[in-house]
């Protein structure tokens, strides 16, 4: 098992995460994601994106055509062991694009790996919510 000192660093990194997203930092998500080949990114209803920079990109057309985005999270589970940690979030987000806004609630996991003792975000998977 992990300390606390993991899950407090996990929860700032996934914290962070959203930080980036909702104020369209890309600098920020830069300093979050494992650079490598090996990271995934599946947006919802959407493909799997392999390696940092095809998911940069997406992240980068994102932040461009969003006006504004907004972001609220409620982390339903965490756990950690060693060098990975996952975390489940139901996330809400609300996207303004040219005067319109949408309103998306989908459920998350980022899973996190730690690489010379930082977190890094290696994957992301969110998925709409169906009403």
Known sequence: MSDSSDKEAVLAANQAFYDAFSSKDLRGMNLLWWQGSTS????????????????????????????????????????????????????????????????????ATNIFQKMAQKWYLVHHHGSPIMR
């Open 40 to 107: 995934l990114c599946i947006h919802p209803g959407g493909k799997v994106l392999k390696g940092w920079e095809t998911i940069r990109d997406t992240w980068e057309s994102i932040f461009r055509h969003s006006d504004s985005v907004e972001i609220e999270i409620e982390v339903v589970k965490v756990e950690i062991d060693q060098s990975l940690a996952y975390v489940v979030v139901r996330e809400m987000v609300l996207q303004s694009s040219r005067g319109r806004k949408v309103k998306a609630p989908s459920i």
